[in-house]
């Protein structure tokens, strides 16, 4: 038994060493799933990305809101202007009868019917019960503003407005006719007017002689 064992041998000794190697035998299916796992476990092991949940940081820091609201702006200081101070008006008010003379005189009244009055001679009471006759063109000149008798009345229509504070022109110059010594112009004495010449004319003659007075502006 041993000697065939060592026989055997010898067989393949040789038969080895006539061919070289011995025949690989051709690969199947098991050792192609062998050889494929060998290969798997000398292959680097794959790492798995986990994603990360740090937020990237915000490329501007917004600034606090703050509560402090910005103090207000001073508006430019101006030094104060001084008003004028205007003159006591202490006149007292018109009555309704004088508000409507003005009207009338204004309205209503013929200016050409008073200068032809103006210019007439009537019998009128003066002071001290004297009747006398005069025409208002005897004592006041309307070419010029020179004192006679009485003053002149050129430019009378300008002026009678300043004589008495609150009195417009035209109440002054009607109350001068029927009132005469109720203002007497400066340098002038009283009870030298005919006083009576609410007796002599119409109120309507009243209106125009007046409205003919206001008509002398200096300008004729």
Same mark, same amino acid.
């Given at each position: ?20 190697? @011995?025949?690989?035998?051709? !690969?199947? *299916?098991?050792?192609?799933? *062998? ?10 092991? &794959? ?9 990237? +940081? ?6 606090? !809101?703050?509560?402090?609201? %910005?103090? !207000?702006?001073? +508006?430019?200081?101006?030094? !104060?202007?001084? &008003?004028?101070?205007? %003159? ?17 005189? =204004?309205? @209503?009244?013929?200016? $050409?019917?008073? =200068? =032809? ?17 005069? *025409? ?18 050129? $430019? ?10 609150? =009195? ?5 110059? #009607?109350?001068?006719?029927?009132? %005469? ?8 004495? &009283? ?19 007046? &409205? #003919? ?8």
């Amino acid at each position: 038994m041993t000697y065939r064992l060592s026989l055997l041998l010898g067989l393949m000794v040789l038969l080895v060493a006539a061919c070289g190697s @011995f025949a690989e035998p051709p !690969p199947n *299916a098991a050792t192609l799933e *062998a050889e494929a796992l060998l290969q798997d476990d000398d292959a680097p092991d &794959a790492v798995a990305v986990i994603p990360t949940n740090t937020p990237l +940081p915000p490329t501007e820091t917004p600034l606090p !809101p703050t509560d402090t609201p %910005p103090p !207000p702006t001073e +508006p430019p200081t101006e030094e !104060p202007i001084e &008003a004028e101070e205007e %003159p006591a008006d202490d006149a007292p008010a018109l009555t309704a009868e004088e508000e409507n003379i003005i009207f009338f005189i =204004q309205e @209503f009244s013929n200016p $050409s019917n008073g =200068q =032809q009055l103006f210019n007439r001679t009537f019998e009128v009471e003066m002071a001290g019960d004297v009747i006398g006759e005069w *025409a208002c063109v005897t004592c006041h000149v309307v070419d010029n503003d020179e004192a006679g008798v009485g003053p002149g009345v050129y $430019s009378l229509a300008l002026r009678a407005g300043d004589r008495v504070p609150g =009195q417009p022109a035209e109440l002054y110059i #009607y109350e001068s006719i029927i009132l %005469p010594n109720a203002y007497i112009v400066e340098g002038y004495s &009283a009870n030298v007017m005919p006083i009576g010449y609410a007796d002599v004319f119409t109120e309507q003659e009243l209106y125009d002689i007046s &409205a #003919y007075l206001m008509t002398l502006t200096g300008d004729e």
